[in-house]
């Protein structure tokens, strides 16, 4: 098996939490697991350490990566700039088109309940309001970023308040962007990016 589609899988695993922070990684485990020697293993495992998924532990074995509080804000604080950046390239390109879509893609994220169904929405509304930024490592750096801090993510049930919140966060960036004003969008995006769930909830769908 391609390496590669080891570290796909283990990543939707860490990122799912099928695989939740500081579960040890054995090769021989993995190994069997994919039906492969170690070897595509280790350079599956090579390529999330570069990511920041998998850490090194003092026993040189690794581990899923934890992501404290400090971790969070730091992550949250980054996007503020990158994302900040790539809708301030972004929305002067904008067309309608892109816009239309943003708005379904907003609309159909109140009513989804499916995790993994909020999750591909949400990326695809950042996506479709970034897209026209003419940066593809911009984008890249983006989709980084989101996959590093998705760790932590739990969709909120459905009516929730904080659900309320982001929906009305997106609904908010979304007027801005309509109104071109590019000041007032990155302002409501950097709002929207540093959101933070009451005390006892995990979730995190921005």
Not at 2 to 26: G, K, M, Q, S, Y
Not at 198 to 204: C, N
Request: glycine share 6%; with cysteine.
């Amino acid at each position: 098996m391609d390496p590669n589609l080891i570290a796909d899988a283990l990543r939707h695993d860490i990122e799912t939490r099928a695989l939740p922070p500081d579960t040890v990684l054995r090769q021989e485990i993995l190994a069997t697991r994919f039906g492969v020697s170690r070897q595509p293993v280790r350079q599956a495992l090579d390529r999330l350490l570069a990511e920041g998924l998998v850490v090194r532990r003092s026993d040189r074995g690794l581990a899923v990566a934890g992501l404290t509080a400090e971790d969070a804000r730091e992550l949250a604080a980054l996007r503020v700039l990158v994302e900040g950046e790539a809708l301030r390239l972004s929305l002067p390109r904008l067309d309608a088109r892109a816009l239309r879509r943003a708005e379904r893609l907003a609309e159909d994220l109140v009513e989804e309940e499916n995790p993994a169904a909020i999750e591909e929405l949400d990326v695809a509304f950042h996506a479709a309001l970034y897209g026209a930024c003419g940066s593809a490592r911009l984008l890249r750096l983006i989709d980084g970023l989101r996959r590093e801090g998705r760790r932590a993510y739990a969709a909120q049930p459905k009516g929730s308040a904080f659900r309320a919140a982001l929906a009305g966060q997106h609904e908010t960036i979304l007027a801005a962007c309509r109104a071109g004003d590019i000041a007032a969008a990155t302002a409501a995006l950097a709002a929207h990016l540093q959101a933070v769930p009451p005390p006892g909830d995990t979730g995190d769908d921005r």
